[in-house]
């Protein structure tokens, strides 16, 4: 047979590669929104898609090009112009634009360009990425590169950030043999000389290899794996890059982390992502955090412990006593509950301490281990044999308190010398604007309560936002808490706390920062008003308690989005036990018997037969009873198919500044009655992605954007309601039972 000179163009063969590769190429588009702040995803894979389907004409440059460049510019505009695409005053910015950021870029300042030219750049990159995957495919017949550098990329993405590639990776290896064998074949068609007709494509080869590797990839995600034999390097590689990071004193902390608890505080900041790994179990009657220990130097960079004498001390589990006067107690006119609370530890013996809330009386567990508790932080440690030794299993006993809030704004701010010396020690650089803005928050608060809410609700009415990746590292110069207040504003619980800690001292009010865990998710309902729940590494959070003379210390939560601390009431009420009867009730039995003695004494009678009358209202009242039961009953089942319709005529007509959020709230609530709920380590943005490809569509994380920059910006800007109505709308009529 003789052999072909020149190169053969297969249309169905050229349009099976064009769209395979472009498949391959969406996968490096995909995580951008979980682990970047880039938005108008969807722009950009159509952009892409347009530039594949360009190629895949093979037009001429001199009509390509213009054609792509027009592409170009309309995503530009439909991202960041609202005005018409033939308004010439869009042109004339962007132009403008341009000629700054090529000046930015000569002069290597890369952070003052604008979003704009940034977008502008990585929409020519990929134009560029499309004319190099049609320089692969068509031109160089090879992809094994591109392939490897795509499994690469998920790989990595999937280890450090909170992207889940466990689709992707199937994905891209599909994707990747399929495109490496069907460049095979075509490669022996033109090196053999077999003459193949362009409307011909050998697709009796492509489609067994297709089926193969797709079995092939499915076996092996479904069969059973053995275990890792080799020790997890990301501990590895972030510890030495963060020890890097140190070392060139960029100010840079350890990098992105997974959330949970630690013991080394000395440096805080940086982002992280959510590690849901159950770590304890819990049966509570009351829900509340759990200590393990708190600190009170504060280093302008994170927290210490000043060593105390004796460093820590033997305590009996039966009878929990210390001569520590920094140990958690409560003031004898503090009214407390006696409480217990099981604990089961999932991971033994990664935890060899006791968690706690409350004033800690006892604890009670099966195994034997000798118990220490710290002087300072109140940290109660297991051992066995000298050595830290975690229980599986134990209950601890514990008082739980009832604050009076009558008693906190009289308490005396007179501190007993050991409270000073520790819990009112500042850096002495501590910025001079810090204690200006708490003196200018509590300005005409004269008790140290009223300061203390002053500073914990500070936060949630001057645009703070609670952030876990685009939070900030101070450098070696710069303080913790100040770049916080007066910078960033963005940040989670250790920047929450640690500021309004520092603010209070700064006023003369003794604190102290608290570790520990929240609640966690509950689990199910035991009996006899016990819960379960369940508490992971997701839970590890930090608060702060604030010293009252006579009362002891008190919790406080300043971080937004989490449930106040505490028990609070106005003020303790002593109990009246002379009236065995409630005076409403009283009164009617005095009506009672002045009705019975009227109409023994013939001066009044009833028209009307009392009993039978009453027989009767009882009845109605059972039968309306029934019909209420019965209706709300039917409508809780069939609720799946009214709530949507409801809720769209519901907010039809409204047009307040509310509407945005109750909307949006109401559609979260909505979507969970539907099955689609938002997990506790999950952000609003994941939450939206997988609501977007539950149903088709891109429109929620659109309005999620909304509502972070309205609920959670630096500045409170209502969103126009009327721009998102419609989005709204058919996200919920894409919401199907």
Known sequence: MPRVDERQKFTMGSFLLYMLGFLLFWEWLRPLSTFTDTSYL??????????????????????????????????????????????????????????????????????SMSNLSRTFLFLVLLWLISYLMHYWLIQARRIFLFFIITVLYVTVVDTFTAYDASGAIVRTVIIGFVLLGILRFIRIIEQKGFRVYQNQFPLMWVIPLALLISFSSVLGYLAPKAAPQWPDPVPFITAVGSQAGEGEGTGRGGGIQKIGYGTNDSRLGGPFVFDDTPVFRTQITEVHYWRVESKEVYTGLGWDTKPAEPPSEQVNPQNITTNSPHRLTYGEDVRTEDLTAKVEVVKNGLYPFIIYPGQLTSVDSEENRDYQMNSVTGKLMTFEEAGEAGLETYTVNYKYPEFSEAMLRNSSTQYPSFIQERYLQLPEDLPERVRTLSEDITAGINDPYGKAKAIEQYFADNGFGYNTQDVAVPGRNEDYVEQFLFDTKLGYCDNFSTSMAVMLRSIGIPTRWVKGFTAGEYEETIGDGVREYEVTNSNAHSWVEVYFEGVGWVPFEPTRGFRDLGNFVDDYQEDDTNLDVPVE?????????????????????????????????????????????????????????????????????RKDEQVFQDAYHRLLWLLEQYDVKKRPQQTLREYAIEVDRLLDTGDMKILTRKYEKARYGQHDQPVDWMDTKELWENLIKRIRP
């Open 585 to 653: 009730q009283d009164q009617q039995s005095q009506q009672n018997q002045n009705l019975d003695e009227g109409s023994k004494s013939g001066g009044f009678e009833l028209p009307f037969n009392l009993d039978k009358a009453l027989n009767w209202l009882k009845w109605i009242g059972l039968a309306l009873l029934s019909i209420l039961v019965l209706g709300v009953g039917f409508g809780y089942i069939t609720r799946k198919k009214w709530l949507s319709k409801f809720f769209l005529w519901r907010f039809r007509k």
């Open 42 to 111: 969807s722009i950009f894979v159509l952009f892409s898609a347009f530039l594949f389907t360009i190629s895949y004409f093979e037009l001429s440059i001199w009509v390509s090009f213009p054609i792509k460049l027009l592409a170009l510019a309309y995503a530009l505009h439909t991202i960041y112009f609202p005005v018409s695409f033939f308004d010439v005053q869009w042109v004339t910015y962007l132009a403008n634009d341009l000629m700054n950021a090529s000046q930015h870029a000569l002069a290597r300042d890369w952070d």
